[in-house]
């Protein structure tokens, strides 16, 4: 496994990638999001850990480039805990969002997490391509149609798509979606699901009605 320890602080990426080694990964690393896009381009790496507040190109930014090249999940680090941070990074497809100060276990523990799960995402991926009515769901291809137009999503909002699919028919906690699609307890809260889950039934026109609201507790992919 090789990661991306992206952050502008020598003493931060020196941390973590010792830790990094330890823990038995191979590690590279970027002091700016430039030079973090230019070696997503050049190199392969199964995640990323990303400071947001860099000279030349902040983190943010930089992820939304890397996100064009490959979908590498991302652990983003930041010395603001503001929530619409959080939620900004979420929207844009990051993994997990850690504040600074931090503890480097902690970070690698986040970090097996993740790739952890998106493994096991990637296994449970069928070539299916699923049809309620007019809504296509490609799971494979990562698309989506709406009486056969695409519709373009963000990856967040294809992960809660694809999951509520794949567990079509299940009552859903806010808690539980939280868990398995962002991958993180305690850290993001009701409106972090309610808000994705707005701007997913917004795209996906008449066909929200298959997202179903159970009052109180979550949500269910009834068709």
Not at 180 to 202: A, E, N
Request: hydrophobic letters at 40%.
């Amino acid at each position: 496994m090789k990661l991306l320890i992206v952050d502008d602080e020598a003493m931060i990426r020196q941390v973590l990638c010792e830790y990094a080694v330890f823990e038995g990964y191979e590690i590279d690393e970027a002091e700016d999001g430039m030079e973090a896009i230019r070696k997503c381009r050049e190199n392969k790496y199964d995640l990323i850990i990303m400071d947001i507040m860099m000279p030349k190109l902040d983190g943010f930014s930089a992820v939304k480039e890397i996100k064009k090249i490959a979908d590498i999940p991302v652990i983003m680090l930041s010395a603001r805990s503001e929530e619409y941070d959080k939620l900004f990074g979420f929207e844009i497809g990051i993994d997990d969002y850690v504040v600074k100060p931090f503890s480097p276990k902690e970070v690698m523990a986040r970090v097996a997490a993740v790739i952890k799960r998106n493994a096991k995402s990637d296994k449970d991926i069928r070539n299916d391509i699923l049809k309620f009515e007019g809504l296509e769901v490609d799971m494979k291809g990562r698309n989506v149609f709406v009486d056969g137009e695409k519709v373009e999503l963000t990856p967040k909002e294809y992960e809660l798509l694809f999951y509520m699919v794949t567990n079509k028919g299940i009552a859903l906690s806010r808690e539980k979606l939280l868990s398995d699609v962002w991958g993180f307890d305690f850290y993001g809260d009701d409106r972090t699901v309610d808000t994705h889950i707005k701007t997913l039934r917004s795209r996906l026109k008449d066909y929200k009605k298959f997202i179903v609201t159970l009052r109180g507790m979550g949500y269910k992919f009834e068709a």
